[in-house]
């Protein structure tokens, strides 16, 4: 009788929990496409294709002796001022 209360007592319990489960689970999709279609909007968006633009030529000039010594320089400031 105690063992079946207990049972019947855990089972409720994993029952409610599989239901938590999948209630996150839903949640963590839908924010995932939103996540997925609000980026997609950005980057076809005037700034997001700047943005991308910016990033593409700064990577391409990444060994530039230029950018390399604006780096140096940079990074020795940041690091004097810790």
Known sequence: MLIQKLLKKQQLNLTELA???QQQQKLLLASNLQLTQS???FMGS???LLVSFSLGCLFQLRHH???????SVVGLRWFTKL
């Open 19 to 21: 239901e938590q489960s």
């Open 39 to 41: 980026v997609r909007a």
């Open 46 to 48: 005037t700034s997001g």
């Open 65 to 71: 002796s230029m950018v390399k010594l604006l780096r």
